[in-house]
């Protein structure tokens, strides 16, 4: 019989045989049997824990680029990821309110201009700027918008 380091269980080298392993004292005492297969899988199972806390999280620059926009524009999506139907707005149109399809539920967007998101109750504003994008906004501002103006707020 040989006996995995740590565990508590013995087992024979020539087979998956196991001893029992006890847990408590006295009367409260009972035995666990446990095979060696079980240890190893939860080895395995803790290298990879600790290998996903201690690898960085994928973050916003490591994400692909947004769509183009064309200068002096802000171009939103109705969906999030650019997807969905999309409207472009020029800083030289002045202030306008949001298309009906984009009326609080902008997706995603991306600024080549300096704006203003404005949502008018409860009235709150957000500048944006030249290289500003959102792939993920609708459970944001984007949520909330109700127009667009030129500069700032």
């Not at 006996?3 to 035995?31: C, E, K, N, Q, Y």
């Not at 201690?54 to 916003?60: H, N, W």
Request: aromatic residues 10%; contains cysteine; hydrophobic residues 40%.
């Amino acid at each position: 019989m040989t006996s995995l380091p740590g565990s508590g269980v013995s087992a024979s080298p020539d087979s998956s045989m196991v001893t029992p392993r006890h847990i408590g004292r006295g009367a409260a005492s009972f035995a666990v049997l446990e095979s060696p297969v079980k240890l190893r899988s939860w080895s395995l199972a803790a290298a990879l824990a600790l290998t996903a806390l201690l690898l960085p999280a994928q973050t916003a620059s490591a994400q692909a680029a947004p769509p183009p926009c064309p200068d002096g524009s802000v171009c939103f999506w109705s969906e999030e990821g650019f997807h969905g139907s999309y409207w472009e707005w020029t800083a030289r149109s002045g202030y306008r309110d949001m298309p009906p399809f984009l009326h609080d539920h902008v997706g995603s967007a991306v600024a080549s201009t300096r704006a203003c998101f404005v949502n008018w109750s409860p009235v709150e504003k957000r500048d944006v700027f030249n290289g500003d994008w959102r792939s993920r906004y609708l459970h944001d501002f984007g949520g909330r918008i109700d127009g667009v103006g030129p500069g700032a707020c």
